[in-house]
């Protein structure tokens, strides 16, 4: 079989070349219609119409009118826990707050324990179920936080699992290590935050076990200078930085960021016009998660806003095992369409190339060029249009990681 295949018959290939998307840019997403695609060695090697197809030696691929669109990409999941909290979801409706439940040992407490309890291959197999939901979605490249430790034992394993999932599942991984996710009650944060500098953090480097890391800086977590405390050191080790700010209270997250130069800054449910100045100025992606403010029934993140200013601004599905056990990024792309006054295109263009710029592999994957990966999804609709009006099954009929099919 040739190593070279064409994909034939396809009625609109959203292309998203060009590069980031930013105000009006990101209704622009490339149509080619009637369109045919070529791939060699997992590289897309030519784009064209089918009235200027010539076919030598590839395998021909029939896409019978369906469409096309690059993989999409996931810059924010927290993959690896253990258990669940279905049990919180009855006080969620009945008005408790985030942090009321997290003050009285729930939330992030009770999932610490559940993925300190949990063996290595339990966490692997749960992830791996997560994945392929993942995959089902169209997602093709997933970030994902450890967080759930808050020991060196079990920060190491939620990397460890992440490591060994990337060698046998066909999506890519993008570790992040997040240390300060939580303080256990009783701790002193700066004790904890150093314990993790001194003890966890040289692990994880020299067994490259993470390539970002990040924190949640909030009230009632982690305030700015502890924030920056730990994230400067995991800059000097060599990790890039992503921090969650802004999803309660706006407590400094925007200048913490700005003075690291963070590639992303996630949730940003608060961030003021000042802030998305900044956000702006530095070049740092806002990675929006509006199944977040769905679940949890809190305002959606200002997105006209920060459209109307600049702003570089992805959105990814929060999976996680509290606020937003969500791997549907199908859903989530509806949510945020009518959450946050999204045109489809717009939503489109902040899943693929946008979330690629918020884990530095734009220049990779999140567009259907020459000289990218050839990681897109086929999908049984008339436009893409239609998978976010309409509240339809999955239309999603397969899915190409480096021009292999994983769905």
Same mark, same amino acid.
């Given at each position: 079989?040739?190593?070279?295949?064409?994909?034939?018959?396809?009625?609109?290939?959203?292309? +998203?070349?060009?590069?980031?998307? @930013?105000?009006?840019?990101?209704?622009? $997403?490339?149509?080619?219609?009637?369109?045919?695609?070529?791939?060699?060695?997992?590289?897309?090697? #030519?784009?064209?119409?089918?009235?200027?197809?010539?076919? !030598?030696?590839?395998?021909?691929?029939?896409?019978?009118?369906?469409?096309?669109? /690059?993989?999409?990409?996931?810059?924010?999941?927290?993959? @690896?826990?253990?258990?669940?909290? $279905?049990?919180?979801?009855?006080?969620?409706?009945?008005?408790?707050?985030?942090?009321?439940?997290?003050? =009285?040992?729930?939330?992030?407490?009770?999932?610490?324990?559940?993925?300190?309890?949990?063996?290595?291959?339990?966490?692997?197999?749960?992830?791996?179920?997560?994945?392929? #939901?993942?995959?089902?979605?169209?997602? !093709?490249?997933?970030? &994902?936080?450890?967080?759930?430790?808050?020991?060196?034992?079990?920060?190491? %394993?939620?990397?460890?699992?992440?490591?060994?999932?990337?060698?046998?599942?066909?999506? #890519?991984? @993008?570790?992040?290590?997040? /240390? &300060?996710?939580?303080?256990?009650?009783?701790?002193?944060?700066? &004790?904890?935050?150093?314990?993790?500098? %001194?003890?966890?953090? *040289?692990?994880?480097?020299?067994?490259?076990?993470?390539?970002?890391?990040?924190?949640?800086?909030? %009230?009632?977590?982690?305030?700015?200078?502890?924030?920056?405390?730990?994230?400067?050191?995991?800059?000097?080790?060599?990790?890039?930085?992503?921090?969650?700010?802004?999803?309660?209270?706006?407590?400094?997250?925007?200048?913490?960021?700005? =003075?690291?130069? &963070?590639?992303?800054?996630?949730?940003?449910?608060?961030?003021?016009?000042?802030?998305?100045?900044?956000?702006?100025?530095?070049?740092?992606?806002?990675?929006?998660?509006?199944? !977040?403010?769905?679940? +949890?029934?809190?305002?959606?993140?200002? @997105?006209?806003?920060?459209?109307?200013?600049?702003?570089?601004?992805?959105?990814?599905?929060?999976?996680? *095992?509290?606020?937003? /056990?969500?791997?549907?990024?199908?859903?989530?792309?509806?949510?945020?369409?009518?959450?946050?006054?999204?045109? *489809?295109?717009?939503?489109?263009?902040?899943?693929?190339?946008?979330?690629?710029?918020?884990?530095?592999?734009?220049?990779?994957?999140?567009?259907?060029?020459?000289? %990218?990966?050839?990681?897109?999804?086929?999908?049984?609709?008339?436009?893409?249009?239609?998978?976010?009006?309409?509240?339809?099954?999955? /239309?999603?009929?397969?899915?190409?990681?480096?021009?292999?099919?994983?769905?």
């Amino acid at each position: 079989m040739s190593n070279k295949v064409v994909y034939i018959n396809i009625s609109k290939l959203y292309s +998203l070349e060009g590069g980031v998307r @930013v105000q009006q840019a990101l209704n622009e $997403v490339g149509i080619y219609e009637d369109a045919y695609l070529k791939v060699a060695d997992g590289i897309i090697c #030519e784009i064209g119409y089918m009235k200027d197809l010539k076919i !030598t030696d590839e395998t021909v691929v029939d896409v019978k009118n369906q469409i096309m669109i /690059p993989g999409l990409i996931d810059a924010h999941s927290h993959l @690896v826990f253990g258990g669940n909290r $279905v049990n919180e979801y009855a006080m969620k409706i009945q008005g408790a707050s985030y942090l009321e439940i997290y003050q =009285a040992g729930g939330g992030i407490h009770s999932t610490v324990k559940a993925t300190r309890d949990a063996s290595f291959t339990e966490l692997y197999k749960k992830a791996e179920k997560a994945i392929q #939901e993942f995959m089902s979605c169209g997602v !093709t490249t997933l970030e &994902a936080k450890s967080g759930y430790g808050l020991n060196y034992e079990t920060e190491l %394993k939620q990397l460890r699992v992440v490591k060994e999932l990337q060698k046998n599942v066909p999506i #890519e991984l @993008v570790s992040t290590f997040m /240390p &300060a996710h939580a303080l256990e009650q009783g701790k002193e944060a700066y &004790a904890y935050l150093g314990e993790m500098i %001194k003890e966890v953090l *040289p692990v994880v480097v020299k067994e490259d076990l993470a390539e970002y890391m990040d924190c949640f800086l909030e %009230k009632g977590i982690f305030d700015a200078e502890q924030s920056m405390y730990i994230l400067q050191a995991g800059k000097e080790a060599g990790l890039k930085i992503k921090i969650h700010i802004d999803e309660m209270e706006d407590i400094g997250g925007t200048e913490v960021a700005c =003075a690291l130069g &963070a590639t992303s800054v996630e949730h940003c449910m608060v961030t003021n016009a000042k802030s998305m100045d900044q956000l702006k100025e530095n070049g740092i992606v806002t990675v929006i998660l509006p199944a !977040t403010s769905f679940n +949890l029934g809190k305002p959606y993140a200002n @997105v006209p806003l920060m459209k109307e200013k600049g702003l570089m601004i992805a959105l990814s599905n929060d999976y996680n *095992p509290g606020s937003c /056990p969500c791997t549907d990024s199908l859903w989530m792309a509806r949510i945020a369409s009518r959450g946050c006054h999204l045109t *489809p295109n717009e939503v489109l263009s902040m899943m693929t190339i946008n979330a690629a710029k918020a884990i530095d592999r734009e220049d990779r994957i999140g567009s259907l060029e020459v000289g %990218k990966q050839a990681d897109f999804v086929i999908m049984n609709v008339d436009s893409f249009d239609e998978v976010i009006a309409h509240m339809m099954a999955n /239309p999603i009929t397969a899915v190409y990681k480096k021009g292999i099919r994983i769905v």
